[in-house]
């Protein structure tokens, strides 16, 4: 019997790897996470404490990693590259679907981490665990025909070869509102393509990336293929300016993303920004009116509010306004605001102090400007631990003015900005009139219309009679000042790898008139 290329393969890598049992039972220090080990860094700039969100009290320390430790993350992922880039996708794949079975067995204990790391909801965090999984599967399927190269005849015999291949050691930095989620989005198509990969997630939640490290560990990926570093602002800066690092990829503000660009820049590094939003929704005379409501709850209130694709600037044709905020607010006061890990809440804790006194402000600026608070926009103090948490009942301000700055900047909490229109061909061009293009969403009975004013939003995620909803096999990213590059789908599989054109010469090499 012939035992195949690709089982002989992953039993030597698997013999080679000592397989590490997947605990996940409470959070744990230190938060570093190299050669398949957590680890306190080699050198670091200062400690950070970490809050839980949810009752505002220390939920644990890390390190700021400083220059050794970087150094350390990346020299273990470039010494990894060659055996891991050596298999082939398919092999790769083996390895990514026992890690997303392993997040599936322990879903429950790792969706109560997240919540205790980013303060959301108990449900919103199960259903971001099981993305975590979905996205693993999927890389592992499509990667392998993704990364199939070209075989194209030339004249007399000849013949070029067009293959794709891995860029070699990546760097991802990740935001807080979607933490393990974010991470996956990142470190699955990467891996799966035959890159190593190093992580720095936001150092508000710093600890699902390290249980994503864990499951991969223990579904066999070898030490050195994923690592963590954890880190605020100058740990960033070191990893995305190492010289080793050959491609970025960042989810979070337009500022730091200009940063990370920079950075990126002196070695020419491949990038892939996903940054803000201030995106439109736009509901038509003739919408399914409890359907236009429930997709405004969608594009508003999911994770407190803090979503980057969100359609905080909600506009409402004047005949069917009163009848829509009406039955707006009256879904936005039934929201349960409560603590994240009973089933029971429906917005929980925002991420930190510092975020919600950012939406206050802003929601105190939008009343000085003539914006009218139709429901919440005020802190729910809950007893008991609870009571050192943020809370912000969801906030629907009536908005008169386009130029208003709520209307202008991204909020990044659980404040809708209504406004009102008549015209198509109007709010078409104030739903573009504004820096940003990561998302835009209407709701209309119409499909021509749908498709008339879909083909005229300026954004790269667009929604039609729904919000938010983002399946792994979708490309996801954004126009303008919102980024550039796609993760998820095919076009993520594209981002992590480069294209080598091969020429095969089967005659004599034709030189004339150079030679005779």
Known sequence: MIVGAATKTIRCLTTTVKMQKFVCTSIQEPLNFISNKRCAPADKFNEVDNLEPATGKVLLQFASSAQNEVNRAVKAAKEALPAWSALTAAERGVFLKKAATIIEENLEDIAQMEV???????????????????????????????MKGTYQPQPGG????????????????????????????????????????????????????????????????????YGVVQGEGETGHLLCSHPDVAKVSFTGSVGTGSKIMADAARDIKKVTMELGGKSPLIIFEDADLKNAVRGAMLANFLSQGQVCNNGTRVFVHASIKERFTAALVEAAEKLKVGDPLKEDTTVGATVCRQQFDKVMGFIERAKKEGGRVLCGGERVTLPGELAGGCYLRPCVVACPRDDMELVREEVFGAVLALLEFTDEEDVVRRANDTRYGLSAGIFTRDLPRAHRVMARLQAGACFVNTYNVMPVGVPFGGYKMSGFGRENAVEAVQSYTQLKSVYVETGDVDAAPLCT
């Open 158 to 225: 000849s013949y070029a070869l067009v293959q794709r291949e891995p860029v070699g050691v990546c760097v991802g930095v990740g935001a807080w509102n979607y933490p393990i989620q974010t991470c996956v989005w990142k470190t699955a198509p990467a891996l799966a393509c035959g890159n190593t990969f190093v992580y720095k997630p936001s150092p508000l939640t710093p600890v699902t990336a390290v249980t994503l490290g864990e499951a991969l560990a223990a579904a066999g990926v070898p030490p050195g293929v």
């Open 116 to 146: 205790k790391d980013c303060g959301k909801p108990i449900w919103e965090a199960r259903i971001d665990v099981q993305s975590v999984a979905d996205t693993l599967n999927y890389f592992a399927g499509v990667t392998p025909e993704a």
